[in-house]
DNA sequence: CGACACATGTAACACGTTACATGATTTG
DNA sequence: CAAATCATGTAACGTGTTACATGTGTCG
């Protein structure tokens, strides 16, 4: 739900066409999250199919060069316009399923499962904040490297609030192991 | 990618027919991501398709109950005993996305943005203490009442990080626009 | 020449959502 | 009786992934 409008978005910026498309979506976010370059073509079909976008005109290169329509146009301006929904049904959390799932089942260890947890986000954690020593986002200077190093920085707040999520829970359990709680089920 | 393992998991702690395992599931995430009926269903076919799963043995009224495989119960244990992959690309996080395009494109208001979304995560985060304060959750005894009350927490510090970063990203864009920076684009 | 990047697609599949169809049982 | 809940499914669609097919241009 969210390579739609970006590539909309991008199209809104200049007439691209598809491979362009997909290099331009990289760069912009770090090559963070890498764009399948068949996704592309299938999603440009689909837009134009609903009418958001047209292919046509020469860049004189002979490529397919797709442009937003009015009705595309609106389309980004409502997708910036309003915020990603963070309330209802948020979307599902596969470790809050897991570990939710896990509380509640005997022959599950889920000190174990918490620690294997923790040690994978915080190997992701290292390899992130590796990355921003390292890179172009270490001194952004153009607005490309400052949109990589802001969404390294999303990726790092994400790892750091889960960390601190599974000490929680780790610390929730051992304090229903020690007093009243016991065996569950 | 984590409905079809959480029924598998269910399944695990005894035989179960369809409806059931859509209440379980409610009732161990506390309604947190309700789960349609009729996704069950299909994800029972395809489970029983893949030999995870088999149909059949009556539980004396007339039910269609499933219960888990030898392959099955591999899967189950496979998933608790390895944990959310965090490393390699992470799953895409349309904030993200939408701000890292919106630094680099004229015609968007970026602090606007931030500020429509910081309004929607408080909101969010307000619901989730709200419901903490008021629901089960708050003095949990039985183990679902504590996985619901770890469910909202996940939550809670979800929305806090996000909010985390977006003021972040308004510093950070306000830091720009004041010293060198400038017009981008 | 051979490998690799550029460029455009198609097909098959997985997962998820919504809506529809159908019927039994329970409860006000 | 009427409405709600329990119960099982199917069909159509949206989005995303992987793999395959095909061809051009460039560079060592």
């Not at 200049?14 to 399948?36: D, I």
């Not at 958001?52 to 609106?74: I, K, M, N, P, S």
């Not at 601190?164 to 192991?177: I, T």
Request: charged fraction near 25%; include cysteine; glycine fraction near 8%.
């Amino acid at each position: 739900m969210s390579v739609k409008q970006a590539l909309l978005a991008l199209l809104e910026q200049g007439p691209k066409y598809g491979y362009q498309l997909r290099t331009e979506f990289e760069e912009r976010t770090g090559s963070t999250w890498p764009l399948n370059i068949g996704q592309v073509y299938t999603t440009l079909s689909r837009l134009e199919r609903d009418g958001l976008v047209v292919a046509g005109g020469d860049d004189g290169e002979g490529h397919v060069v797709y442009r937003t329509t009015e009705a595309g146009r609106a389309e980004v301006d409502a997708w910036f316009g309003s915020p990603v929904p963070r309330d209802q049904p948020p979307p599902r959390d596969e470790l809050a399923i897991k570990l939710a799932i896990a509380i509640s089942s005997p022959d599950v260890d889920v000190e174990y499962v918490i620690q294997q947890q923790r040690t994978a986000t915080m190997r992701a954690l290292q390899e992130h904040t590796r990355l921003k020593r390292s890179g172009r986002a270490a001194r952004p200077e153009a607005p490309e490297d400052l949109a990589w190093s802001l969404v390294l920085d999303a990726l790092v707040f994400e790892a750091e609030a889960e960390i601190r999520w599974l000490d929680h829970c780790e610390a929730r359990l051992a304090r229903l192991a020690t007093t009243g709680g016991g065996t569950h089920s």
